[in-house]
């Protein structure tokens, strides 16, 4: 089992930046993938971006060039920087990770990101 703790989600101005940060504990393997996704109103779940273990990143189109994604492997947290950030950026986000070679994905509580125009 893997339990995951978000924190940093809240009402931001267009324009304006969030960090949201996501703590993994349990039964964390060495080679595993941390992420977020994101689920607007009436929409389905999204990929925003993710990262494995040994740093390689993949972003959503839509956040390329505003979003980043990082992680501190000694703490089992990932995070992501949003900037620029625009009101179809609004939705629920939640962090996911996934020990590599594994089937389950576990997932936070989620956490909403508000963007007011």
């Known amino acids: 089992q893997v339990q995951l703790v978000e924190s940093g989600g809240g009402l931001v101005q267009a324009g304006g930046s969030l960090r949201l940060s996501c703590a993994a504990s349990?039964?964390?393997?060495?080679?595993?993938?941390m992420g977020w996704y994101r689920q607007a109103p009436g929409k389905q779940r999204e990929l925003v971006a993710g990262?494995?273990?040994?740093?390689?990143?993949n972003y959503a189109d839509a956040v390329k060039g505003r979003f980043t994604i990082s992680r501190d492997n000694a703490k089992n947290t990932v995070y992501l920087q949003m900037n620029s950030l625009k009101p179809e950026d609004t939705a629920i986000y939640y962090c996911?990770?996934?020990?590599?070679?594994?089937?389950?994905?576990?997932w936070g509580q989620g956490t909403q990101v508000t963007v007011s125009s």
């Open positions: 990262i494995t273990s040994g740093g390689i990143t």
């Open positions: 996911n990770f996934h020990n590599t070679f594994t089937p389950r994905d576990y």
């Open positions: 349990g039964s964390i393997f060495s080679l595993n993938t």
